[in-house]
């Protein structure tokens, strides 16, 4: 009941729950409580968990942030909601986000952006801000996000909470509906490492119905946990010119107490930031020009109500009135990078900057244990402050493209706050299968 009151006191200014399941949550809270009682409670009992609208929940709806999918209700849990189901954890509602996770600011949400609550000016960031929000705001104890190029990691920096990106291949991606699949994480948001690690260790492992993910032995096997205390940060983006001076600042204090602590910290050269996010950009949308052809009116959710031509024209019709601007610009950009014509010019070029920028991390975590910096070069926008360029909007994920490109790891953790008393974030990124390393790292500084 207290998250129930906080999202009644606050959710109709911040806009972070789409959807609040509150008696169903109260129920179960009573079965959990008979549960305990009787012994036979999960590991997670009582946990309150917020889930992001792209993330499917048997029997509830998920509408992507769009409108393409209103009305959609799933048959079937995703894996990771299913399995803190398994262990008793209440599910209290579905969260804001960008619709199908496109966007650094959750203003691209059918539904209006949810807003930060520090100051309700500003954005609460993106894709999962209202996941993020609902941490901040006690709404939830924690939310579950989803990551395809920060959008864990920025939004829980703008709001001041932590957000973890999990190393590709460590949570079944099965129940997220897919923005880009070859970058698409799921992980938690939450206001302390150890919730962090919690829910990691049930939402992790193996599962049959994707066969990206790892298995645990697979892990341990793979990735023995290093000791030596070496990290680096790349130069181009600590020094970088769009860096809020107070983030420099504090970044580089956050770096002097680790070098305090012990730690060696080495600036790195790394050649390829100025192509991190046109690989990224190129990438995800021609994956999700391709993963969002399935939604055409037939199979899930909307259909226009228009009288129309032929079949085609419902197709058309349907997706003109019920996508959102960013979803058709990225659709449009997909289908052209991946034409006859430029596929070569553009897909497959990238491909192969994403192959050097992979490898030339990953030689540098042979050498360090960890990469930090920033998690954005400033605090939360304005709202409305980059919604007219939308190349303004993408420089923004400079920081956090390069854990997805590479399927490395990241978190976010707190890092103070500006003169504007807003949330400042710091970045460890790790090699794959890190994420203890990471989080026993993010807790030496919080
Ligand atoms: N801002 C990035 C984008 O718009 C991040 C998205 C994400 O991680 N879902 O693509």
């Known amino acids: 009941t207290f998250y129930l009151s906080q999202i009644e006191a606050y959710n109709a200014s911040l806009n972070a729950f789409l959807e609040v399941y509150s008696e169903e949550a109260l129920d179960k809270a009573a079965q959990i409580d008979q549960k305990i009682a009787s012994g036979t409670a999960g ?10 609208d792209l993330l499917c929940y048997e029997d509830h709806r998920s509408y992507a942030g769009s409108k393409i999918l209103q009305t959609f209700k799933s048959t079937f849990s995703a894996t990771a909601v299913q399995r803190l189901i ?8 579905r969260q804001n986000c960008d619709e199908f996770g496109m966007g650094s600011t959750n203003e691209n949400s059918a539904f209006g952006p949810a807003l930060n609550f520090k100051n309700t000016a500003h954005v609460a960031g993106g894709s999962s801000g209202g996941s993020a929000v609902a941490v901040q705001a006690n709404m939830c104890h924690v939310s579950l996000g989803t990551d395809t190029g920060g959008s864990i990691r920025m939004p829980a920096s703008f709001c ?21 699949s070859s970058f698409d994480s799921i992980g938690p948001i939450a206001r302390n490492v150890s919730d962090l690690a ?47 001076p107070e983030i420099k600042q504090a970044f580089f ?15 790195v050269d790394f050649p390829f930031v100025d192509a991190l996010l046109p690989t990224y950009y190129v990438l995800t949308t021609a994956e999700a020009s391709s993963n969002l052809s399935r939604f055409d009116g037939v199979k899930y959710g909307h259909r226009t109500e228009v009288p129309v031509k032929d079949l085609l024209d419902m197709y058309k019709k349907t997706r003109d009135e019920a996508f959102g601007e960013e979803v058709k610009r990225r659709i449009m950009l997909g289908t052209f990078v991946l034409s006859a014509d430029y596929y070569d010019a553009y897909y497959t070029k990238a491909q192969k900057v994403r192959r050097l920028i992979k490898e030339y991390t990953q030689q540098l975590l042979k050498v360090f244990d960890f990469i930090v910096s920033p998690t954005t070069s400033t605090t939360a926008y304005r709202l ?12 923004g994920d400079l920081f956090t493209v390069q854990a997805n490109v590479a399927g490395l790891p990241a978190v976010s953790i707190p890092m103070g706050e500006d003169s504007s008393a807003l949330p400042m974030g710091f970045q460890i990124m790790g090699d794959v299968f890190q994420e203890e390393a990471l989080l026993n790292l993010a807790s030496e500084l919080v």
């Open 43 to 52: 590991e997670l009992a009582g946990l309150v968990v917020g889930i992001k």
């Open 86 to 93: 398994d262990q008793d954890a209440i599910i209290i509602g």
């Open 160 to 180: 001041g909470v932590m957000g973890l990106k999990p190393t590709y291949g460590r949570v079944s991606r099965w129940g997220l509906i897919a923005y880009a």
């Open 198 to 244: 919690c829910v990691m260790k049930y939402i992790s492992g193996k599962d049959s119905y994707d066969s990206t993910v790892v298995s645990v032995d697979e892990i341990s096997k793979s990735a023995p946990l290093t000791s030596s205390k070496k990290i680096a940060y790349i130069k181009e983006m600590a020094e970088h010119s769009s860096l809020q």
């Open 253 to 267: 204090e956050r770096l002097e107490y680790l070098r305090l602590k012990g730690y060696e910290i080495i600036p």
């Open 384 to 395: 409305g402050e980059k919604t007219l360029d939308p190349l303004q909007m993408y420089l």
